[in-house]
């Protein structure tokens, strides 16, 4: 047991570790706001052609906490440094009120970056979404469906454009509503 307390006492007793985490964990933590700032952090945002498919980011509950991520760690590792660097000279008890302060920001942080994926929110609709919506023709669509017109439709308080296609002719300027989506790209209006 002396043997124990021996090493524990040489590693923490002049709180060399404590010094080596805090500023370890410090400099990661500078490095990772300045990458954020600077646009180059990750943040998983990926710009991508996805066909129409619907990428947004699905409720998935509790699998969003993640307590184990990079950042986390670091939070861990620079508040057990500098809680040590406080509380270090308190032998055992001080080991354990820096490992109590790492824990406890290491889980601050997962739940911080939990709640901010919820927040998250990636502004695609659906082709299924315009079906119902009503708005005016600004480019006159052609009898036959075969070829298109633009219609402007307001959906989730934005105007979107998007090419209308319709039995029987409509000029520009009438009030429509979309009815169906034909391929995805195409939707089938009527007049009002």
């Known amino acids: 047991m002396d043997s124990i307390a021996s090493v524990f ?3 923490m007793g002049d709180k060399k570790l404590y010094w080596l985490c805090a500023i370890f964990g410090s400099a990661l933590f500078i490095i990772q706001l300045g990458l954020a700032l ?3 952090g990750d943040h998983g945002d990926i710009d991508a052609d996805t ?7 699905a409720d998935t509950g509790i699998s969003d906490f993640r307590f184990f991520s990079f950042r986390s760690v670091v939070a861990f590792i620079t508040f ?3 809680g040590g660097v406080i509380f270090g000279l308190s032998g055992i008890a001080g080991f354990f009120a820096a490992l109590t302060s790492g824990l406890i920001m290491m889980l601050a942080t ?5 709640f901010l994926l919820k927040m998250e929110q990636s502004g695609n609709i659906n082709p299924e979404d315009y079906v119902g919506s009503s708005g005016k023709v600004y480019l006159g669509i052609p009898a036959g469906r075969g070829k298109t017109g633009k219609v402007s439709v307001s959906i989730r308080g934005s105007l979107r454009e998007i090419d209308g296609v319709s039995d029987e002719e409509i000029p520009t300027g009438v ?3 979309v009815v ?3 391929d995805g790209q ?3 209006v009527k007049r009002i």
């Open 9 to 11: 006492e040489f590693v």
């Open 175 to 177: 009030s429509v509503k």
């Open 80 to 82: 057990f440094g500098w």
């Open 110 to 114: 997962a739940a911080l970056l939990c």
């Open 186 to 188: 195409r939707f089938l």
């Open 180 to 182: 169906e989506c034909v």
């Open 51 to 57: 066909g129409g498919l619907d990428m947004h980011h």
């Open 38 to 40: 600077l646009g180059m």
